[in-house]
């Protein structure tokens, strides 16, 4: 179709295209030189008439959720799946705890339960119940109203739009974070804005903290630097800093002005107990500086599907509080308006609910105790093999992972010969082995380090 079709034509609607065609050819839209007629002949062909889209190049799959992605193609009957860090019953299924689906009756048996948007800040009472939760009822910073939550997406979405917070409006555009980590903290805090390095955190050759490393490289950062800290159950080594390195921890940071992001993903998960899990957060905002706090419950309540999170942000004073919020606000309206009504809203049920609470502190605990007891079997059962090499970080490490040390070659054998699905940097989530499948594991693990692959 020519544009000169249009403006012999008769009909209004024509006559209109026609103009806007003539001016799409003479305008910025189209250089005029464009052959239109091959434009219109197939609206978005791209060379020779194919997609636009025909030269991208196929994207690997996500280091960790594409184990799940290939433990789902493989057919094997004795196949496990050990790479995401989602909990799993004894008998390997995903649970739901029993105060989540008492929470959800309650709000289905609610008539009066709309569902209109939320305000772009989320469920308030559940923004309230949330720093509560991570910083302590009798958090002076609450009591000052110092600290301002948002509902986010998750603990994912809480980094990210912390993230793009701090990059518009934070004097230091670099954050540093551990090395290893989770996979996506680099992806998440890149898009965000901000500059991305590393400090020291992890040591395989004790497979513990390298604690002077990390004091020497987070004071070796440029003061006022952004500092990502793994609140609890360190992803993927499981090793965290014991109280008094802790301290260490944040003497520096203070003295440097160095900007605390706290990724708490595992509240409860760590040691069983809510407070115990928060404390290195709580001595932070106890000596009154300011610092970020992004919180996930999809590990601690089961809510992974439901993406609810928030972000805390702990400022020096109720005033500067209320003009982050408004710019928080300028955040999160664009990227997506405002968060989901109804993960919010069971947290608020249980955490309001003193019974419900205690309930789910209970349920918490049985699954961070199923993990211990998970890594006792697993060290016992490579013991009684006589697996070569000392597997005693299996009992020391903390959380729902893992560090084994094996290495990708490893790691493919056992997926291969075995059908034990894992990240390729040899963590295994705690929380999908169950007593039956340990013996499987150990036996995989066995073969991998005595053919010295
Ligand atoms: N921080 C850490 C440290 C973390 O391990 C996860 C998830 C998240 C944040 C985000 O979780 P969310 O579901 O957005 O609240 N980690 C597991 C799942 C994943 O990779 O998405 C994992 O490491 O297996």
Known sequence: MKTSDFSSSSSPSDRRIGALLRHLTAGTYFPASDNLSSVFASPTSGINGGSVFAHLVQAPEDPILGVTVAYNKDPSPIKLNLGVGAYRTEEGKPLVLNVVRKAEQQLINDKSRIKEYLPIVGLVEFNKLSAKLILGADSPAIRENRVTTVECLSGTGSLRVGGEFLAKHYHQKTIYITQPTWGNHPKIFTLAGLTVKTYRYYDPSTQGLNFQGLLEDLGAAPPGSIVLLHACAHNPTGV???????????????????????????????????????????????????????QSYAKNMGLYGERVGALSIVCKSAEVAVKVESQLKLVIRPMYSSPPIHGASIVAVILRDRNLFNEWTLELKAMADRIISMRKQLFEALRARGTPGDWSHIIKQIGMFTFTGLNPAQVSFMTKEYHIYMTSDGRISMAGLSSKTVPHLADSIHAAVTKAI
């Open 240 to 294: 965290d800093p014991t109280i008094q390195q802790w301290e260490q921890i944040r003497k520096l940071m203070r003295s440097k002005g160095l900007m605390p992001f706290f990724d708490s993903a595992y509240q409860g998960f760590a040691s069983g107990s809510l407070d115990t899990d928060a404390k290195p957060i709580r001595m932070f905002v106890a000596d009154g500086g300011e610092c970020l706090i992004a």
